[in-house]
């Protein structure tokens, strides 16, 4: 059974920065789509940012410019640097392995079979 584990939230005022990593137990994490999701109260879950083991990535449109999602294939290690945090940032952010070696055109919850258990966000104003 292949395990995710997300670490690196934390608390931080508006304009800081955080970095987030999910170690992955499997070798197929290596060779997949992978993903960061989040989750604020209240709300839907909602795709944040994908990568491709070649490193090709995409963003949801609220992120671009201030996330960057990366990856050690090796390590079977994602990351997701977040710089220039907003409140709306404020959210249980979860890591996902998805079904195959590319990506879906959009970022959607049933693209991706492996979740881990979140780490949590919060910006301050």
């Known amino acids: 059974q292949v395990q995710l584990v997300e670490s690196g939230g934390g608390s931080v005022a508006a304009g800081g920065s955080l970095r987030l990593s999910c170690a992955a137990s499997?070798?197929?994490?290596?060779?997949?789509?992978m993903a960061w999701f989040r989750q604020a109260p209240g709300k839907e879950r909602e795709g944040v940012a994908t990568i491709d083991p070649d490193g090709r990535t995409k963003y949801t449109n609220s992120v671009k410019g201030r996330f960057t999602i990366s990856r050690d294939n090796a390590k079977s290690t994602l990351f997701l640097q977040m710089n220039s945090l907003n409140v709306d940032d404020t959210a249980m952010y979860y890591c996902?392995?998805?079904?195959?070696?590319?990506?879906?055109?959009?970022?959607?919850?049933?693209?991706?079979?492996?979740w881990g258990q979140g780490t949590q966000v919060t910006v301050s104003s």
């Open positions: 996902a392995e998805g079904r195959g070696w590319f990506c879906p055109s959009s970022i959607q919850r049933t693209a991706f079979r492996y």
């Open positions: 499997g070798f197929t994490a290596r060779t997949d789509c």
